[in-house]
């Protein structure tokens, strides 16, 4: 069928790094066939990272009636709702990005029941896993910290494997102890995608005075490909750690140069 063709070629441009190709064939497949909602779905998350004011449109017009969509598709919706909201709170005020937020909870929490109730063997784990990190960052915002991490830790009893889900528990109450900190450590190990937990790592290693452990952290983040303001954050802590640590004012100064030529903004 034509749609599988255009979502196989988008997948294949999506493949290569090419999201610019890849979301006009997404969005083709899913005009062909509107009724397909996953097609949808696929071409929002894409269409976020290429044209978010479009993206919004779309997310506006799903999450105005999120009982009658796919539930892939709320859930895409709802993330870009959540990056909108994180956007525009200082444009918005503190009251209207609150009252976004109640409504986006609504709308996880439903998702989330329904997932539960049965419905996650035609969505997948990574939708369940998606919806509690959304529906935790709501909890965040509106001053439920405890509701956060019930809700993050019944969601790793389920699927202890899940490194995006262990990263969100960490953040909750970072720095304040331990258990956090392992739980970072274990979305690294469990080959988290993003990188910031490598540095929030590194930055408790080094209050604690473990500048070895401040070492051992960035030399693993450093075999990643990293963003220009991580890469450099990075660097100054190891620099900051080798200085500590005795290294020769030339290799510290070395590490500090090297910080500011990979973002020069910090």
Known sequence: LPQFVWHFRGSCWNSMGIPEVAVEFYGEAARINPRNERFKGVYLMLLKKTNFQQAQKIAFEVLAQPEVHDLT???????????????????????????RTRRLRDILEMVMQRLLAGEVQSHGDAVVGMTGMLLSSCYVTLGMNEDAFRLLTFLIDRDSQNPLLYAARGKLNYPNSDETIQDLIRSVDLGIPVNWPFVWIATYYMEKGQYSDVRKTCEAAFTRQLVPRIHSELLELLAIAEASSGASEQKVRDLFEQAIRTDIRN
């Open 73 to 99: 598709l709320v859930v895409y919706a709802a993330d870009v709702e959540a990056t909108s909201i994180n956007e525009c709170c200082q444009e918005d005020g503190n009251e209207k990005t609150l009252e």
